[in-house]
């Protein structure tokens, strides 16, 4: 087989990288912290349907907006601590910004993510009423995520 110079070149690069094995890859983090960041992906993606019909930016879907906001609250209603286990803070290791503080205070994390919780559900009662309900209902789903991260989540 001919091996083109693209090739050897490609070849030269993925075996630089299987060297260095510095970087963070995602399939390398522990099972329960893949877990948890899929878990906030998901919240993420949904808070952006509603946010984006909150704002105009997509036309208002009363059943999307539904399927949204019980996503949300069917995230917020994974137990927490099997997905934060001890030696997966950002002190401990890569590819994680979850502080040493969710450890150090435990409780207080529960309460934001109770937090969380009792937003998506307001969120719920509303989702399908109408577009003008959304801004309201979405900026406090909002406020829990950021109260949590405020102390949480390192910045990037
Ligand atoms: C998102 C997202 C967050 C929150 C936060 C809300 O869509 O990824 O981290 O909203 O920005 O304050």
């Not at 509603?50 to 996503?71: C, F, P, S, V």
């Not at 969380?116 to 307001?122: I, M, Y």
Request: charged share 20%.
């Amino acid at each position: 087989m001919k091996i083109t110079r693209m090739t050897a070149t490609s070849l030269t690069l993925v075996a630089a990288l299987a060297a260095s094995g510095t970087a963070a890859l995602a399939q390398d983090l522990p099972g329960p912290v893949k877990a948890r960041q899929g878990q906030f992906n998901i919240l993420a993606i949904n808070l952006g349907i509603l946010g984006d019909m909150a704002r105009g930016k997509a036309d208002y879907d009363a059943e999307a907006a539904q399927a949204a906001a019980d996503t949300l609250v069917a995230v917020s209603m994974i137990n927490q601590a099997p997905l934060f286990p001890e030696g997966t803070s950002e002190m401990d290791i890569d590819g994680t910004r979850a502080k040493a503080e969710i450890w150090d205070g435990w409780e207080s994390f529960g309460e934001k993510w109770s937090g969380l919780g009792a937003a998506a559900g307001e969120l719920q009662q509303v989702a399908a009423t109408g577009q003008e309900a959304l801004g309201p209902a979405v900026g406090q789903l909002g406020g829990a995520c950021k109260a949590c991260h405020d102390d949480f989540r390192a910045p990037e």
